[in-house]
DNA sequence: TTATTATTACTAACGGTGTTAACCCAAAAG
DNA sequence: CTTTTGGGTTAACACCGTTAGTAATAATAA
């Protein structure tokens, strides 16, 4: 019941976005009451919240799987950016109820670790980049957080049709290149 | 009336937040009916997007004088960053309604030209220092897009509170050695 | 078998939302 | 003096999140 729930709920917010989910509708898909939601959630928030989760693990399950098919440290941070953009524009209605400004069901405190899942992984393999270079902890910390910044900046960007490039392969390319000097100048 | 309306629905926002902005509450706080506000505005959404347009305005203001005083290219690129920043975290309301993910009053189509105000006051400021140095048309466009991406995914996920970095001072120092990287390797 | 409890679902309501149709009334125009 | 106009209202519609109260059914205890 509570997986259909969430898988009815997610269905809608990919059909209507986000905004448009209520708990009535949710109810008329799974074919039972209002109530019964409230059975097994809180309130509307704790639902956007689970399927915020979802999104992170589903996210998290996908970065594992780079982690284990790249050893060398610079190609599974590449793998790591690629996941990332693409999970984003994969499924925007997770990445904006994962990432987006704003959000009634973004708890900071709650989800921290899930929260900083991708930077933990990205975290790793700049660690494994930068391990012979002389970086100070406190370099590497704003590398990750730079490198994680052009990443979901460009993506926000992208997704909010702001970017004059239209052609999404374009837009892709900026992100490659990005990723490069990036990595370059490590 | 219409900027009454305006100035009362951004003092709810700053409040309340936009999520809980709702036209009852503004017809309240300006004395009047419901239906006033319908003689002044559309819909919800079309106050929230004349919000946001003033928030681009406010902005936009704000980097014209950045260009009056700062004729060096670079020190104007410094400039900008900087007064984004500001003007993000001075502005939560606004940013978000202006840059938010999902925002009910985004409407990429309608106001194309005060969403790339800062993209254009960077890019002018950028191809002054690039000028110089040999760089395609379509490499600047990435680098404005690269330099755009990591201040606003830094600003957003500062906003979010799932930088792991708590002090403000040591984010603003994060965004500072992302702007000098980015320059030095122009 | 009967009585009691627990489970599961429902109806119906409360207060709030965006939006709009219908109306009211005072002031200006004929 | 009547008519039109414009600014303002009330009241409603259809939806929303949320919850109290209830009916019915299944499981358990007597």
Redesign the interface.
């Known amino acids: 019941m509570r997986t259909n729930i969430l898988a009815v709920a997610l269905q809608l917010v990919k059909e209507e ?3 448009s989910l209520s708990i009535r509708k949710i109810a008329d898909a799974i074919e039972y009451s209002v109530p019964v939601i409230y059975d097994h959630f809180e309130n509307k928030e704790a639902i956007l919240f689970e399927l915020s989760m979802d999104g992170f693990r589903l996210l998290d399950r996908l970065l594992e799987k780079d982690k284990r098919k790249y050893a060398d440290p610079e190609e599974r941070l590449r793998a790591h950016a690629e996941t990332y953009w693409n999970f984003a524009f994969k499924n925007p209605e997770y ?2 109820l994962m ?6 069901c ?1 708890s ?1 405190g709650k989800a ?1 670790p899930e ?2 899942s991708f ?1 933990d992984h990205i975290g790793e393999a700049i660690e494994g980049i930068v391990t012979d270079k002389k970086s100070s902890d406190e370099e590497t ?2 590398k990750i ?2 490198f ?7 993506i ?2 992208v ?7 239209d052609d999404s392969q374009m837009n892709k ?2 992100m490659d ?2 990723v490069n ?1 990036f990595i370059k ?1 490590l």
Do not use: E, T
């Not at 990432?99 to 009634?104: A, D, K, N, V």
């Not at 994680?148 to 460009?154: D, E, M, T």
């Open positions: 976005g986000w905004q990445y904006q990432y987006g400004l704003g959000m009634p973004s900071p921290k929260f900083n930077r910390c704003f957080h730079a994680w910044s052009v990443l979901h900046g460009l926000s960007i997704m909010m049709r702001c970017s004059d490039i390319k900026v290149d990005s000097a100048n």
